[in-house]
Every structure is written in C-alpha cells, then in structure tokens.
C-alpha cells in the first residue's frame, strides 16, 4: 500500500528563519515518483518539484530545497529564509502507478512578519 | 493562457438536491481529475478520466458521478446520495495515464450543504 505521512500539522516561523517540512512515504515500488505542492489562500494547488526513485540528488532552486534519502524513505522540503508570501498549506504527494497521487494531509506554514 | 477552469467558485446547495461542478482544461490534456478535500487532510481521488467517454472510480467514488463528453470538459455531479458532500473540490488535468509528471489543478469550488 502507498502511503504518505506529513507529521508536522502546522509550523510557525519568524521572516527570514529556515524551515523544514518533513514527508515519509512507503511503497513497495521500486519506481516511483514523489511530488510537493504548495496550496495558498487562493485554493489552487501549485507544483514545486518532481522527483524519481532514481534519482537521489538534491536539488535546490532559489531558497527552496530538497532533501531525498530512500534510505530513510523522505523528501524533505527546506525553505530558507523564509518570506510571508511563504505563508501556505504544503502537500507532499506519492504516483507508483499511472493513475493516482497519494497526498499527505499537508502541513500549514504561517510565516509571522 | 492555458489552464484549468472551475465553477463556481463558492456553491450552496439543500440536503436533497444534486449540484454540478464544472471543470474546463485548455492545456489539451488527455487526463483529467477530480479531488476532494477535507480539513486537515490530503486530496483523496473521487474520478479519474484517461480518454474521452472513459472514466474510473477513485477512492471515494460514491454519492458522486462524472461525464467526459468532451476532451477539455469534466464535470462533476455530487448526488443526493452523497452522505457529506460539504467539502472543497479540485479538478486536476495532466498529459494522460502514462504520463508520470506533475498535475495540474484548478482554483477548487468550495460546496456547502446547508
């Protein structure tokens, strides 16, 4: 079974600290692709990063950046110097097959001015 | 510009009667989605559509049913039979069942049953 786990319901940070947003996933698949997105006030949900089993490389774009250990089954999410437009509810997500993202139940990032 | 387009954004609706929710996609996407979002948890999957006339059942496909008559269109119909349909809907679309990339999600319509 896949299954995606976001323990941290809610974070808060002062502007311009680093934060980091924990995701575990499990699956038996040996190919798979994990995801993040970013959903704020608006509703829509925007697509941050996409990464293969295959590729265990962080990755780093601008302030954000990726964490992927298979060895500890995470893709953690680390934003650096944090900024109120950061302010949003973040989704990690798992795809094994072709037909469906498992979501984590996300985790609120209020970033206090 | 492309992207994915739901309506309404905000509905209302007496126990009893069915609604529609519609989702429209000019990205030329072949796949289509429907998700539903509860507080404090994920996206769960009502339906999902690979190809025009086609649709599967997701997770929670009960109380809900679907029509995919045309490629950029995939509404969403929330049935008197659904026992809490009071949540935030997302549509999402991407290239098709073989495609591994990212999805992509309209602004959501939020249903309210009063």
């Known amino acids: 079974a896949q299954k995606v786990t976001q323990a941290q319901t809610e974070i808060s940070v002062v502007e311009k600290e680093d934060v980091t947003l924990d995701c575990v996933y499990e699956t038996r698949d040996t190919t798979y692709y994990l995801f993040w997105y970013k959903q704020p006030p608006s509703g829509e949900l925007v697509f941050l990063i996409r990464r293969n089993s295959f590729d265990e490389q962080n990755e780093i774009s601008g302030r954000y950046s990726w964490n992927f250990q298979k060895s500890t089954s995470s893709f953690n999410f680390t934003i650096t110097a944090s900024q109120v437009v950061d302010s949003a509810v973040y989704f990690c997500a798992l795809r094994t097959g072709a037909n469906n993202l498992f979501f984590g139940t996300g985790t609120r990032l209020t970033v206090i001015p | 510009d492309g992207g994915i387009t739901q309506s309404p954004k905000y509905l209302f609706r007496k126990e009893g009667q069915n609604v529609t929710l519609s989702c429209e996609q000019n990205?030329?996407?072949?796949?289509m989605y429907w998700y539903r979002q509860d507080p404090g948890q994920g996206l769960r999957l009502i339906y999902y559509?690979?190809?025009?006339?086609?649709?599967q059942k997701g997770d929670i496909a009960e109380g809900y049913s679907v029509s995919r008559e045309k490629k950029e269109s995939f509404p969403l119909t929330v049935t008197s039979a659904q026992k809490n349909p009071t949540a935030f809907y997302l549509c999402?679309?991407?290239?098709?069942?073989?495609?591994?990339?990212?999805?992509?999600f309209g602004e959501g319509s939020r249903l309210t049953v009063l």
């Open positions: 999402a679309s991407n290239w098709g069942a073989l495609n591994t990339g990212e999805l992509f």
């Open positions: 559509s690979q190809i025009v006339n086609d649709f």
């Open positions: 990205l030329n996407h072949d796949a």
